[in-house]
């Protein structure tokens, strides 16, 4: 079984470019997690959808940052415009359930880079 | 003050040494207890998963919950280079999934 697949998996731009990076959760999880991870920290939610719908997006920087998750499968967050302290690490994750107890399985991440 | 702190490391430790990793909490609503282990430019994985108080053993791995105490560790025994990796706590509620991490701590098992 596949994994939970981002793309791409580095990036490097300019700041005030605009970025956007794309998720494909593990087949039949219906619920979907973006997390932002620091250099030496731990990951932090941005985003949480089940299905399409946007549960939990109190940590998301509404000012540059969207995210969308049509028909409640792949998922794409972007930033616009980048800012230098945007360089981290964009993990995306999917779990069966929405519970505290639902496994969550992350993929590779994507590693940003502004300069 | 962070919910959950997780000393950073790194810690370095010989092949075959039992390892110790701790971290506390201070969200009394937190009842999912997890630890990731994450290699280098990769995602994290689930590692161990215990729920309230008390041990789950898998293999040279142990989970231990102490929620009178809000203090969580992991215990690696006879440790293998391949368990060179940082290791992430995470902490969630009942009623949702959102995970709450400690920082990671760092862990070289050298030869």
């Known amino acids: 079984e596949a994994g939970v697949v981002q793309s791409p998996r580095y990036k490097i731009i300019e700041k005030k470019q605009p970025v956007a990076f794309w998720c494909n959760p593990i087949?039949?999880?219906?619920?979907l997690y973006w997390y932002l991870q620091n250099l030496g920290q731990g990951p932090e939610l941005l985003i949480r959808?089940?299905?399409?719908?946007?549960?939990?997006d109190s940590q998301l920087p509404k000012d540059r940052f969207s995210a969308e998750r049509l028909k409640g499968v792949d998922s794409t967050l972007k930033i616009q415009p980048a800012e230098l302290g945007d360089s981290a690490v964009y993990l995306c994750?999917?779990?069966?359930?929405?519970?505290?107890?639902?496994?969550?399985?992350f993929g590779p991440g994507t590693r940003l880079t502004v300069t | 003050q962070k919910e959950v702190e997780q000393d950073p490391g790194p810690l370095s430790v010989p092949e075959g040494a039992i390892v110790s990793l701790n971290c506390t909490y201070s969200?009394?609503?937190?009842?999912?207890f997890m630890w990731y282990r994450q290699y280098s430019r990769k995602g994290p994985e689930l590692l161990m998963y215990?729920?309230?108080?008390g041990n789950k053993e898998d293999g040279r791995f142990t989970a231990q919950v102490d929620k009178s105490s809000k203090y969580i560790s992991l215990f690696i025994r006879d440790s293998q280079p391949s368990d060179s990796a940082t290791y992430l706590c995470?902490?969630?509620?009942?009623?949702?999934?959102?995970?709450?991490f400690g920082t990671g701590t760092r862990l070289q098992v050298t030869l």
């Open positions: 087949s039949g999880h219906n619920t």
């Open positions: 969200n009394s609503a937190f009842q999912y």
């Open positions: 995470a902490m969630a509620t009942g009623t949702a999934s959102k995970l709450t």
């Open positions: 959808y089940e299905n399409e719908e946007a549960v939990d």
């Open positions: 215990t729920y309230s108080s």
């Open positions: 994750a999917s779990s069966l359930g929405r519970r505290g107890n639902d496994e969550q399985y």
